[in-house]
């Protein structure tokens, strides 16, 4: 079936994953005045776990919502072949980016190193997304069987090879930890939305839309972003606090 012409983008998308990459560099300056010992900033509970929850839910619904777009277009115009290989293709490199922080986090912080984080989680959901990015409630579903499965599996003890399951030992920790359960199913529930409000790639008619050029810039820039802003808050906090740094770093566990 084909589909109409649309924008390669669509700005309220881009404005909504600025505010995701906003909220993420908020919650990282914060982590970071901790890890440097700056300030004894509390990441673990309260308002600032609610943000880093916030804010890789947030990403995770937009993968969604833009999985669902990018198949709809990408199914009119692509066999099916085709279709399994984009996806795996473009899942496979956000994953191969993930294992990339997972050597550096070995590296810098060994004792709580990201293992299975948000970037292993898009990557392989981007490589499974032609088995269900072009249902609809169906994912709704699904989603929600994820999420509440979540609290369960998280209950269960086993080995590492299955902390993308969502099961790990006893004494892990990590910084950034986002296994398939409850997390995908935030994904399949961004997959629905966008089949509701994009349906076959185009807003919907008489869905309002908005406008902000500086986030949307963000927003589509947010892998880069996500890549080199801790390096970068790291590097200010250190020339401005270079007085203040404690050692031993202290890094809470995620």
Request: glycine share 10%; no cysteine.
């Amino acid at each position: 079936m084909k589909i109409s012409h649309v924008p390669t983008r669509f700005p309220e998308i881009d404005l909504a994953r600025g505010v995701a990459v906003i909220m993420m560099v908020v919650f990282h300056t914060a982590f970071d005045l901790r890890f440097l010992g700056i300030a004894p900033v509390n990441v673990s509970t309260g308002f600032f776990r609610l943000l880093a929850l916030s804010t890789a839910g947030l990403f995770l619904f937009l993968v969604g919502l833009s999985l669902s777009i990018s198949a709809a277009h990408a199914s009119a115009r692509l066999t099916p072949r085709q279709f399994v290989e984009k996806y795996l293709l473009r899942g496979a490199f956000i994953f191969a980016l993930g294992l990339g922080i997972t050597v550096v986090t070995w590296i810098v912080i060994p004792g709580t190193f990201i293992r299975f984080g948000i970037l292993h989680l898009i990557g392989l959901a981007v490589m499974a997304s032609p088995l269900y990015s072009r249902y609809s409630w169906q994912n709704l579903l699904l989603g929600a069987v994820f999420i509440a499965l979540g609290p369960v599996v998280a209950g269960i003890r086993g080995s590492l090879w299955l902390l993308w399951f969502g099961i790990h030992p006893p004494a892990f920790a990590s910084v950034d930890y986002t296994p398939i359960f409850p997390w995908m199913g935030v994904v399949l529930i961004g997959v629905f939305v966008g089949s509701v409000i994009y349906p076959l790639g185009n807003r919907r008619p008489g869905f309002s839309t908005f406008s902000f050029a500086p986030l949307e810039f963000l927003g589509r820039h947010s892998l880069t972003i996500y890549l080199v802003h801790q390096p970068v808050i790291i590097g200010v906090l250190l020339l401005l606090f270079s007085g203040s740094i404690v050692m031993p770093f202290t890094v809470p566990g995620g």
